[in-house]
Nanobody, 119 residues
Framework: EVQLVESGGGSVPAGGSLRLSCAYT?????MGWFRQAPGKEREGIAA???????YYADFVKGRFTISRDNDKNMLYLQLNDLKIEDTAMYYC????????????????WGQGTQVTVSS
């Protein structure tokens, strides 16, 4: 079992930036970031398989960057040019789906970190 703990959320004005961090206990095939806004379904944002294979949802391409430090067992999500609609609880997750964009097949989840973007 993989345990994950997110940090780095907060409140920022539109156009601002945040860096989310996720500490995990052991390496696993797919690591990803998800978010869930109030009244909306959870959605996959970015996923990473190994160090060089990354995937992004279309709505965050060019603004968010996923990265990991295997030596430190850390996963990151850099959020730039934040928009009000990016306000959500952000979750780190891990799993072993054949394709890391099979968002529904992630098995291990952190508790989430809140990101609030204001006008």
């Amino acid at each position: 079992e993989v345990q994950l703990v997110e940090s780095g959320g907060g409140s920022v004005p539109a156009g601002g930036s945040l860096r989310l961090s996720c500490a995990y206990t052991s390496d696993i095939r797919c690591m990803g970031w998800f978010r869930q806004a109030p009244g909306k379904e959870r959605e996959g944002i970015a996923a990473m398989y190994s160090t060089f294979n990354t995937y992004y949802a279309d709505f965050v391409k060019g603004r968010f960057t996923i990265s990991r430090d295997n030596d430190k067992n850390m996963l990151y999500l850099q959020l730039n040019d934040l928009k009000i609609e990016d306000t959500a609880m952000y979750y780190c997750a891990a799993g072993r789906p054949l394709f890391c964009t099979s968002w529904e097949q992630y098995d291990f989840w952190g508790q989430g970190t809140q990101v609030t973007v204001s006008s």
